[in-house]
């Protein structure tokens, strides 16, 4: 079997223009299928070019394999991609999570569009865990966007999923694509952008009311939280259906082929473990907590990472709350516990018990003192909580909403997607939430 790999010089085009495309193969000519993901991956196009072998490089340069130029048809709908390489045509369905011959591409539109959402693809996220080249975000300070993988395409770092063994976490099927295809099988038309076009300031300005992420949105730069706080600033909604959000910052290269992420304490000796260490300089909590935008953060909360965890749902503080519309719950009701809503990953804010009975936040870690919590699930103490500052209350995954010029709302779990196709109440609520805020 003739090996080929391969890797988008940057993860992102516009409709119209040119993207280069970098392969390696020994076979003297290869072919690309593209495939839009959607309710079903749609296939929208079929190239073949010669091929050209060169070997692997480091995980923190850039490969450099030949390179591509394809021009992506100004028709194509804005959305994710699959490049699905190989040496020989197939008219069988490829599998498009596949840790190798596969590369993810996102078409952003040509010119603003008209639609009201806009969801942002993770791919900081996804190169920091890809371990192509021998290393990752988790080993080193600094890795290349110019190698495969990326959501796609590339071995990637974690442990398996014991609710959907399909796809490891770190990628674009586990989260991200469970989530698109619901959404588009459920008529809500949105756009498509990275966390790198958001850091070069570019399409929130284009007349969008929402900005959608969903699953596992773990590293951000500096550039693109400030764009996305100017954005709900200006009265624009954000919907969080993750957990884990901005908890690391990142320095992107000048050309956008790199991230930089300082993780661990000067001088910390070798094999320090980033996640349980203080005074990180790229710890957004311990620099400028990500609560102020999101009203959560991933130290309020914790994660179970390894094996099934103790079944866990939001308990509901007020059912009669328009998030709820439809969903049959009463306050008091558990939310998703069957089916271990609540983790991997899970944020949550400082937190108080008022008059009521009904836990409102502190504000003691960043978090607006108008975020309503509408959802809580304390975490049991076998769960990880390393490297967080000491707190009055019990940590507890908090999903709620405030409103500033623009409303901003968090699942605060990176499991929600995965509930989407099976829990109605979850179903509900996710409609409800991108129906009025967009």
């Given amino acids: 079997m003739t090996a080929i790999n391969g890797y988008p010089a940057r993860p992102s085009v516009r409709a119209g223009e040119v993207i280069r495309l970098h392969v390696a193969t020994s076979a003297p000519r ?34 450099q394999w030949p390179v591509h130029e394809f021009r992506v048809p100004r028709d194509w709908q804005s ?31 040509a010119v603003p569009s008209g639609r009201s959402v806009l969801y942002k693809i993770p791919t900081f996220t996804y190169q920091a865990y890809t371990t192509a080249g021998g290393g990752s975000l988790y080993s080193a300070s600094r890795v290349t966007l110019r190698r495969p993988g990326g959501g796609v395409g590339g071995p990637v770092k974690g442990l398996p999923d014991p609710y959907d063994s399909s796809s490891p976490r770190q990628t674009f099927a586990h989260w991200d694509a469970p989530f698109i295809s619901w959404m ?59 957990a884990n959000t901005c908890w690391w910052r990142v ?21 320090t473990d980033p ?16 609560n102020a935008l999101l009203g959560v953060s991933y130290r309020g909360g914790g994660g179970h990472w390894d094996g099934p965890r103790t079944p866990l749902g939001f308990t509901v503080t007020d059912a009669g ?28 804010a400082a937190y108080e018990i008022d008059a009521r009975g009904r836990p409102r936040p502190t504000g003691q870690d960043g978090t607006p003192k108008d975020f309503e919590i509408l959802g809580i699930a304390p975490l049991p103490s076998d769960w990880n909580f390393a490297a967080r500052e000491p707190m ?18 968090t699942a605060a779990t990176t499991d929600w997607p995965r509930l989407l196709a099976t829990d109605p109440q979850v179903e509900a609520i996710t409609r409800n939430v991108i129906t009025r805020l967009s």
Wanted: hydrophobic share 30%; with cysteine; aromatic share 12%.
């Fill in 30 to 63: 290869f072919h690309v299928d593209f495939y839009r993901w959607g309710t079903t991956p749609r296939h929208t196009g079929h190239v073949e070019w010669p091929g050209q072998a060169a070997t692997p490089g480091r995980f923190d340069a850039d490969w």
């Fill in 79 to 109: 959305g994710v991609y699959i490049a699905v390489l190989s040496v020989e045509p197939t008219s069988d369905s490829p599998a498009l999570d596949s840790r190798e011959a596969r590369m993810l591409l996102v078409v952003t539109p």
């Fill in 184 to 242: 588009e099988g459920n008529g809500i038309e949105g756009d498509y952008c990275t966390d790198l076009d958001l850091h070069e300031g570019r399409h929130l300005d284009d007349g969008y009311r929402l900005l959608v992420s969903a699953g596992h949105d773990e590293y951000w730069s500096a550039e693109t939280r400030r764009n996305v706080t100017a954005f709900r600033d200006a009265g624009g909604n954000i919907a969080n259906f993750g």
């Fill in 251 to 271: 320095r992107v290269a000048p050309d956008g082929g790199g991230l930089d992420c300082t993780k661990f304490p000067p001088g910390a000796p070798a094999g």
């Fill in 275 to 290: 996640d349980s260490s203080y005074d990180c300089p790229d710890h957004w909590w311990e620099q400028e907590p990500e």
């Fill in 321 to 348: 709350h328009w998030v709820f519309s439809g969903t049959g719950l009463k306050t008091g009701d558990v939310l998703g516990r069957e089916r271990a809503l609540v983790g991997y990953e899970c944020d949550g």
């Fill in 392 to 409: 009055t209350c019990r940590r507890a995954a908090t999903l709620g909403l405030y409103t500033a010029a623009g409303t901003v709302f």
